[in-house]
Nanobody, 124 residues
């Protein structure tokens, strides 16, 4: 098993930046592909970004391409989401997720482990 804890959320003005972190504990972090999902108010959880175990394969939702960057530091057991040019529609709870299979996955059911989420609010 792996336990995930997100941090770094907050309130930011449109156009601003935030860096989310997700710290993992438990079994070997590098054994898991990681992803970030967003759950906007009243909506289902949606895919934001994916990174493979070694960081070589990265995938983004179209809505965040060019604005967000996912990265990981396996020595620190942490995955990051650098968020820039933030928009009000980026508001929501952001969750990190882990799965042992090292292929791109964009649906929630493909992930085995989840953090508790961190709130991001972007004001206009």
């Amino acid at each position: 098993q792996v336990q995930l804890v997100e941090s770094g959320g907050g309130l930011v003005q449109a156009g601003g930046s935030l860096r989310l972190s997700c710290a993992a504990s438990g079994r070997t972090f590098s054994s898991y592909a990681m992803a970030w999902f967003q759950q906007a108010p009243g909506k289902e959880r949606e895919f934001v970004a994916y990174i493979s175990r070694g960081g070589m394969i990265i995938n983004y939702a179209d809505a965040v391409k060019g604005r967000f960057t996912i990265s990981r530091d396996n020595a620190k057991n942490t995955v990051y989401l650098q968020m820039g040019s933030l928009k009000p529609e980026d508001t929501g709870v952001y969750y990190c997720a882990a799965r042992p299979t090292n292929t791109v996955a964009v649906v929630t059911t493909e992930y085995n482990y989840w953090g508790q989420g961190t709130q991001v609010t972007v004001s206009s």
